[in-house]
């Protein structure tokens, strides 16, 4: 919305309060909404939640206008490609029809943007305001993050070949209502699933569809629980089949998002800059070959789903701001064997590598403490999944054994015993 004052156009930028120039969003101009800005600085620090504005309209669009579907339906399972001209970069395709949106009982406390898909309080926070959580707070977080993490555990206990990305939509959000709790992203910005499941080329942001995951698969599941009005988010990269873990460079890109995840929880504590974690990343992401995703950053989680701080996964980045204790926030490093540009399908969500290489990615939501950092969705001794070797890489230095402790140096208590 443009604010004007005794004929003066200002600067839709965050917190900015100068006059606004001829520069518009493009974005904006495609749909024609006018959006004016003071400067192309205003218009870059800004662009983090401006662009959510995008997302919000785009699906609206596609609420009223669906996209017309020119691939014939299956006749023996009625399953089609929505979008049959794509060029896609990979082999995958997406498989619909989806199913219906799944409800979530009214006696669950659901978050703002449940009904209407608009999260106003990450619209209005300040990206510079970094909440620090109280005592009664942070056992709301841990609380959370249990679950969050026994939800994970579930969805990855039934991952083989056969079994759709919609089913694993469907046992994430029976196991989120159990615990009386809201699927996170159910909704946020119109997403139409409870969880983000994201195969082989898929970085992040995966819809839940009728695939059916084949042995050789990589699926990375994310999931994040609303519950006493805070969020916990987590994710892992799993391998389906025994081809998958036969697969040398779909181990090695696993292994290194894995890998990378706990380098950079090692650098955690007061006075850590938010800048570090992305050079370390990026270090280790290097050394096997690898590189970084640049789009998607880590990000504060609490009583909303996505605020300050901004963590950067890539090195040389310009984040500003120092950890302090009671900070709440997530590392989720997105490593691709190919190169680190993406692309984003016609759905507005999903992510892929722009030369369809194989990706992994890792995460946790983490609590600064005043002597260094608490994993809040730590694995534990029974989770599935865990570290690999390479195949065919001899007395490789990554753990066969999922349930040990990170072999990073500073991390402890990465697991819950």
């Given at each position: 919305m443009i604010s004007e004052t005794a004929g003066i156009r200002r600067c839709i930028g965050v917190e900015c309060q100068n006059p606004a120039g001829d520069l518009q969003c493009p974005s904006c101009l495609k749909v024609g909404k006018e959006s004016y800005f003071c400067s192309q600085d205003c218009f870059k620090k800004s662009w983090g939640e401006h662009k959510g504005l995008h997302k919000s309209k785009s699906?609206?669009?596609?609420?009223?206008?669906?996209?017309?579907?020119?691939?014939?339906?299956?006749?023996?399972?009625?399953?089609?490609?929505?979008?049959?001209?794509?060029?896609?970069?990979?082999?995958?395709?997406?498989?619909?029809?989806l199913s219906p949106k799944r409800q979530v009982p009214t006696t669950i406390p659901y978050p703002e943007y449940a009904k209407d898909g608009t999260p106003r309080s990450e619209q209005r926070a300040g990206r510079n305001t970094i909440a620090i959580l109280t005592k009664k707070e942070q056992e709301r977080m841990r609380k959370v993050c249990r679950m969050a993490r026994e939800v994970l555990d579930i969805a990855a206990g039934e991952i083989k070949p056969g079994v759709t990305t919609d089913f694993l939509d469907e046992v994430v959000h029976r196991a989120c209502v159990e615990r009386n709790s809201y699927p996170s992203p159910l909704n946020y910005y119109h997403f139409p699933k409870s969880v983000c499941t994201s195969v082989n080329e898929v970085i992040c942001h995966g819809i839940p569809d009728q695939r059916v995951l084949v042995d050789g698969d990589i699926i990375n599941i994310d999931v994040t629980l609303y519950h006493g009005g805070f969020h916990g988010d987590l994710n892992e990269t799993y391998y389906v089949g025994d081809r998958a873990l036969a697969d040398p460079d779909a181990v090695r890109v696993t292994e290194t998002s894995r890998e990378c995840l706990d380098h950079a929880i090692a650098l955690v504590k007061p006075g850590m800059l938010f800048r570090d974690p992305g050079r370390a990343i990026e270090k280790h992401a290097k050394s096997k070959s690898c590189h970084v995703v640049k789009t998607y950053c880590g990000h504060g989680v609490n009583q909303m789903f996505h605020c300050a701080p901004t963590i950067p996964h890539y090195a040389k980045n310009k984040a500003v701001g120092t950890a302090k204790p009671g900070m709440c926030f997530t590392i989720e490093p997105m490593i691709n064997l190919g190169t680190h540009a993406d692309k984003t399908w016609p759905d507005d969500w999903t992510s892929v590598t722009a030369d369809g290489s194989r990706t992994a990615q890792f995460e946790h939501t983490l609590l600064v403490t005043e002597d260094g950092v608490e994993v809040l969705t730590a694995r534990t001794q029974n989770s599935p999944g865990g570290p690999v070797r390479i195949p065919g890489v001899a007395n490789g230095d990554t753990p066969l054994n999922g349930n040990q402790e990170s072999t990073v140096e500073g991390i402890k208590n990465i697991e819950i015993k």
């Amino acid at each position: 919305m443009i604010s004007e004052t005794a004929g003066i156009r200002r600067c839709i930028g965050v917190e900015c309060q100068n006059p606004a120039g001829d520069l518009q969003c493009p974005s904006c101009l495609k749909v024609g909404k006018e959006s004016y800005f003071c400067s192309q600085d205003c218009f870059k620090k800004s662009w983090g939640e401006h662009k959510g504005l995008h997302k919000s309209k785009s699906n609206s669009f596609r609420n009223i206008f669906p996209p017309k579907v020119v691939s014939e339906p299956d006749p023996a399972t009625g399953n089609y490609n929505p979008f049959p001209t794509y060029p896609f970069t990979g082999s995958l395709r997406p498989v619909y029809p989806l199913s219906p949106k799944r409800q979530v009982p009214t006696t669950i406390p659901y978050p703002e943007y449940a009904k209407d898909g608009t999260p106003r309080s990450e619209q209005r926070a300040g990206r510079n305001t970094i909440a620090i959580l109280t005592k009664k707070e942070q056992e709301r977080m841990r609380k959370v993050c249990r679950m969050a993490r026994e939800v994970l555990d579930i969805a990855a206990g039934e991952i083989k070949p056969g079994v759709t990305t919609d089913f694993l939509d469907e046992v994430v959000h029976r196991a989120c209502v159990e615990r009386n709790s809201y699927p996170s992203p159910l909704n946020y910005y119109h997403f139409p699933k409870s969880v983000c499941t994201s195969v082989n080329e898929v970085i992040c942001h995966g819809i839940p569809d009728q695939r059916v995951l084949v042995d050789g698969d990589i699926i990375n599941i994310d999931v994040t629980l609303y519950h006493g009005g805070f969020h916990g988010d987590l994710n892992e990269t799993y391998y389906v089949g025994d081809r998958a873990l036969a697969d040398p460079d779909a181990v090695r890109v696993t292994e290194t998002s894995r890998e990378c995840l706990d380098h950079a929880i090692a650098l955690v504590k007061p006075g850590m800059l938010f800048r570090d974690p992305g050079r370390a990343i990026e270090k280790h992401a290097k050394s096997k070959s690898c590189h970084v995703v640049k789009t998607y950053c880590g990000h504060g989680v609490n009583q909303m789903f996505h605020c300050a701080p901004t963590i950067p996964h890539y090195a040389k980045n310009k984040a500003v701001g120092t950890a302090k204790p009671g900070m709440c926030f997530t590392i989720e490093p997105m490593i691709n064997l190919g190169t680190h540009a993406d692309k984003t399908w016609p759905d507005d969500w999903t992510s892929v590598t722009a030369d369809g290489s194989r990706t992994a990615q890792f995460e946790h939501t983490l609590l600064v403490t005043e002597d260094g950092v608490e994993v809040l969705t730590a694995r534990t001794q029974n989770s599935p999944g865990g570290p690999v070797r390479i195949p065919g890489v001899a007395n490789g230095d990554t753990p066969l054994n999922g349930n040990q402790e990170s072999t990073v140096e500073g991390i402890k208590n990465i697991e819950i015993k």
